[in-house]
């Protein structure tokens, strides 16, 4: 197919597991080249943020450019949490402007994956190195095909979720990784990272299967080529907590003669925006039942004003933990709901290797109801200036926006405890885990 055949690009969309920003060209310390070779060649984003530091809630807020608590997936899919019955999706608003929608390997938004709305669901296994090639394959034959009709394709990658330890992926030496900022030098962390970057290293050659197919075919010229993630690495102190670490995420676009050229932005962005950008983009028609904005304007370099914020927040995951809060560029501020560990680790991660070196010291202290962090001045969030008195007019107006937010969205977390599905609730009875 030749690069004019469609009047609209194409869009191929990777999403991988608990990425967050562990790739070399965000500086990582991992060899990452055929990621990085898209950033280089395209346009890479520095501070966006997932909605939540969880799976299925932050991928429902991409597909539905609405928050969890306001869409109703405020927890895992497979355990019961689904969208509202009147949820509308990006598939769903893409085949309405007439796109094909294609599903390869995994979602994490629904039991059921045909309620997201893809016309073609090929296959739901999202190893790397076993849908790269399928997708590959899509590829020439939409080109050989000379399909008229642009595509949509969503690419779910399991790799790098837990566990890191697996066979068939090589690790590094763990004496040799380079530490995660946030979290101390000890030999289980080493362990998880040499086997985490393990898992990156076949997301890596997956993307490049998938870049090289679009080159050889030509239809690089008239795809939109997304990289991203759900949201921080599972690993103590990110997944399924409001710091950064949890809730910054990779995110990489390309289409040459458009969005090129390795340009960077460190504008705050949120995942919901990326609907409505993704909609614009099609020339789809604009929703006007959403939270998030489109970034079109900032991505093509014209008008665009730049977010002064975003919220995060968490309700369920393997556990109950309820927090909201506001992330500006230079603040944080967190309201923690009831008595819970002051830093709680998903059970993948409690029971790996960095959980076990750091879940006593995390779960002996009760965290604090409010947190306020500065970002420039202590970007890993190590200190909370909630209590401080020359902080206490900036806690009160970030505490007052969080409110405000909760409040005009009827946040159910207002009434009281959030109720479990069934399923959480029978797997609670059963769980050993710590909360």
């Known amino acids: 197919m030749s690069s004019s055949a469609n009047a609209r690009p194409n869009i191929l969309f990777i999403i991988c597991h608990d990425v967050g920003q562990h790739v070399g060209c965000y500086g990582a310390g991992l060899n990452t080249p055929r990621i990085d070779e898209l950033a280089a060649d395209g346009v890479k984003f520095t501070k966006y943020a997932c909605t939540a530091a969880q799976c299925s809630p932050s991928r429902g807020s991409i597909m539905t450019g609405r928050y969890p608590h306001i869409n109703g997936l405020v927890g895992l899919a497979h355990i019961g949490w689904e969208f509202n019955d009147d949820e509308v999706t990006l598939p769903m608003y893409l085949n309405d402007a007439g796109y094909g929608t294609y599903l390869f390997g995994g979602q994490h938004e629904s039991a059921d994956p045909k309620r997201v709305g893809y016309h073609n669901i090929w296959g739901e296994s999202g190893n790397a190195l076993g849908v790269a090639p399928r997708v590959a394959e899509f590829l020439r034959e939409t080109a050989a095909a000379g399909t008229q009709q642009p595509f949509f394709a969503c690419?779910?990658?399991?790799?790098?979720?837990?566990?890191?330890?697996?066979?068939?992926?090589?690790?590094?030496?763990?004496?040799?990784?380079?530490?995660?900022?946030?979290?101390?030098?000890?030999?289980?962390?080493?362990?998880?990272?040499?086997?985490?970057?393990?898992l990156m290293y076949a997301v890596d050659e997956a993307v490049g299967i998938m870049s090289d197919a679009l080159a050889e075919t030509n239809l690089d010229r008239d795809t939109l080529v997304v990289f991203t993630t759900d949201h921080g690495l599972a690993m103590p102190r990110a997944k399924g907590m409001c710091y950064d670490p949890g809730i910054m995420t990779a995110l990489i676009m390309r289409m040459p003669g458009r969005f090129e050229g390795g340009r960077m932005h460190d504008e705050l962005l949120s995942n919901i925006d990326m609907l409505p950008t993704l909609l614009e983009f099609a020339g789809a028609e604009d929703p006007t039942n959403i939270d998030g904005r489109s970034f079109l304007g900032l991505l093509d370099a014209i008008d665009y004003a730049p977010r002064e914020d975003i919220f995060v927040e968490m309700t369920w995951h393997d556990k109950?933990?309820?927090?909201?809060?506001?992330?500006?560029?230079?603040?944080?501020?967190?309201?923690?709901?009831?008595?819970?560990?002051?830093?709680?680790?998903?059970?993948?991660?409690?029971?790996?290797r960095a959980g076990e070196e750091m879940r006593d010291e995390y779960y002996a202290t009760t965290r604090p109801e409010e947190e306020l962090y500065d970002l420039k001045a202590d970007p890993l969030e190590r200190r909370n200036l909630a209590d401080h008195p020359e902080q206490q007019q900036r806690l009160s107006a970030l505490r007052d926006r969080v409110q405000r937010w909760m409040e005009e969205t009827n946040d159910r977390l207002l009434e009281g405890d959030w109720p479990p599905t069934d399923k959480q609730r029978e797997r609670l009875e059963t769980d050993t885990t710590p909360n």
């Open 155 to 198: 690419v779910g990658i399991g790799e790098p979720h837990r566990p890191y330890q697996r066979k068939g992926y090589k690790a590094d030496d763990p004496a040799e990784v380079t530490l995660l900022p946030w979290l101390p030098d000890r030999p289980g962390i080493r362990e998880d990272i040499a086997g985490l970057n393990g």
């Open 320 to 352: 109950y933990n309820p927090m909201r809060g506001i992330r500006t560029s230079r603040y944080k501020y967190v309201k923690n709901f009831g008595e819970r560990p002051l830093v709680y680790l998903p059970s993948d991660i409690y029971r790996g």
